[in-house]
């Protein structure tokens, strides 16, 4: 796969959620709660975004954007987006941000070309199955489970989009105005995660708690971004030692990398976990405001 050391790490962090996810429903399906398939098919969706972000899926050029902004002094991947493109382009060339900001905005940038790749992924499976529910002739009860199916799927469409529309026009506010210093968060997924908790259900000591979480899990995600640096680093190291022949070097340095790794798996691991259960109570909060 030609993976970095941190995108092997993630990989394994995304597998073993996708493990635990799908043991998870071997035991609803076992007693019969899942019949409408819509766990499986998440699951899958799952499986396939992992597959295209690690270039698994058998596509040329299919990764998705996995490096800093900066690589050897050049950019090493595109935004796919015209309208992200021309953005990314004025925010380098404003003079407004310092190379850690313009570091920051590049995840930024990246973690919205994710939000759209995931969307259109969800929204050719809700296609597909949309094409094989008009194709049936005699309605059922089978049928009007599948109904309620492509429901929940439409709103996860409409969720998804939504953060997508509230994520550009932030792009955009930032790349041309700069980061504001009063800025609450600042990690892009804490951002989004905020953003769409304001619109949900909750009450304000609600609200007032889950902010306090989003802290604790920023908090979270640049212990994680600390680790993957360090993981990135020591791996060069390793490169560099394994060629000096020098074996006690050698050793300690693939002791000190294998600690690196195991590490930032663990973290990784957390952070996304965090995420899943975070996003999970939003969109009950959101579903709310539609009852």
């Known amino acids: 796969l030609h993976l970095s050391a941190v995108k092997l790490a993630e990989l394994h962090s995304d597998l073993k959620i996708q493990e635990k996810d799908e043991l998870s429903w071997k035991k609803l399906k076992a007693e019969g709660l899942d019949e409408d398939g819509e766990k499986e098919a998440k699951l899958r969706r799952n499986l396939n975004v992992i597959m295209t972000k690690y270039g698994m899926n058998g596509k040329k050029d299919s990764q998705l954007v996995d490096t800093n902004y900066?690589?050897?002094?050049?950019?090493?991947?595109?935004?796919?987006?015209p309208r992200l493109e021309k953005l990314w382009s004025k925010a380098k060339t404003s003079g407004k941000f310092s190379d850690d900001e313009l570091d920051k905005?590049?995840?930024?940038?990246?973690?919205?070309?994710?939000?759209?790749?995931?969307?259109n992924i969800l929204l050719e499976t809700v296609s597909r199955t949309e094409d094989i529910h008009k194709n049936v002739i005699n309605p059922s009860e089978e049928n009007l489970v599948k109904e309620e199916v492509l429901h929940n799927k439409h709103r996860e469409l409409k969720d998804k989009l939504r953060s997508i529309n509230q994520g550009f026009e932030r792009l955009r506010k930032v790349s041309h105005q700069g980061y504001d210093a009063t800025s609450e968060f600042e990690?892009?997924?804490?951002?989004?995660?905020?953003?769409?908790?304001?619109?949900?259900?909750?009450?304000?000591?609600?609200?007032?708690?889950?902010?306090?979480?989003?802290?604790?899990?920023?908090?979270?995600?640049?212990?994680?971004?600390?680790?993957?640096?360090?993981?990135?680093?020591?791996?060069?190291?390793?490169?560099?030692?394994?060629?000096?022949?020098?074996?006690?070097?050698?050793?300690?340095?693939?002791?000190?990398?294998?600690?690196?790794?195991?590490?930032?798996?663990?973290?990784?691991?957390?952070?996304?976990?965090?995420?899943?259960?975070?996003?999970?109570?939003?969109?009950?909060?959101?579903?709310?405001?539609?009852?």
């Open 187 to 291: 990690e892009p997924r804490v951002i989004d995660l905020w953003d769409m908790a304001k619109s949900a259900n909750f009450t304000e000591k609600e609200l007032e708690s889950f902010r306090e979480e989003l802290k604790h899990f920023e908090a979270k995600i640049e212990k994680h971004h600390h680790y993957q640096k360090q993981l990135e680093i020591s791996h060069q190291k390793l490169k560099h030692v394994e060629g000096t022949g020098d074996k006690e070097h050698l050793n300690r340095n693939r002791e000190k990398y294998a600690m690196l790794e195991e590490k930032t798996k663990e973290l990784g691991y957390k952070v996304k976990k965090h995420l899943q259960d975070l996003s999970s109570r939003i969109s009950q909060g959101l579903q709310h405001n539609e009852l």
């Open 105 to 119: 905005l590049w995840r930024e940038f990246k973690h919205h070309k994710e939000k759209i790749h995931e969307y």
């Open 70 to 81: 900066i690589k050897d002094g050049t950019e090493s991947d595109t935004l796919d987006d």
